[in-house]
């Protein structure tokens, strides 16, 4: 299970940090990141964690915005979002998915979802 928390209004410019706590299972162990939705759009991979190297893959879009993190102690994710832009505004969702899938942008690869976290940014 994921549980998301964090998000909220923040102005243009601002800074969030969403975070994700896992139960049950270790994310050690699984394929891990964090995509984004906007009504009436494809959800969106903005940011994966690779398990091989521990390296940090991310969208165009947050490229040099955002920053992913993991605390195994804690079986938790973090996304921190730095200079926030109206187009950030989505639903943000943590997943977990099978270890092959480890760095994949592609939402069919993931299939443990959290709830969501709403994230708007607006002045």
């Known amino acids: 299970q994921l549980v998301e928390s964090g998000g909220g209004l923040v102005q243009p410019g601002g800074s969030l940090r969403l975070s994700c706590a896992a139960s049950?299972?270790?994310?050690?162990?699984?394929?891990i990141g964090w995509f984004r939705q906007v009504p009436g759009k494809e959800r969106e991979g903005i940011s994966f964690?690779?398990?091989?190297?521990?390296?940090?893959n991310y969208a165009d879009s947050v490229k040099g915005r955002f920053t992913i993190s993991r605390d195994n102690a804690k079986n938790s994710l973090y996304l921190q979002m730095n200079s926030l832009k109206p187009e950030d505004t989505a639903v943000y969702y943590c997943?977990?998915?099978?270890?092959?899938?480890?760095?994949?942008?592609?939402?069919?690869?993931?299939?443990?979802w959290g709830q969501g976290t709403q994230v708007t940014v607006s002045s």
């Open positions: 049950g299972s270790t994310l050690d162990y699984y394929a």
């Open positions: 997943a977990a998915g099978p270890s092959k899938y480890s760095g994949s942008y592609y939402y069919g690869h993931y299939d443990v």
């Open positions: 964690i690779k398990r091989s190297d521990g390296s940090a």
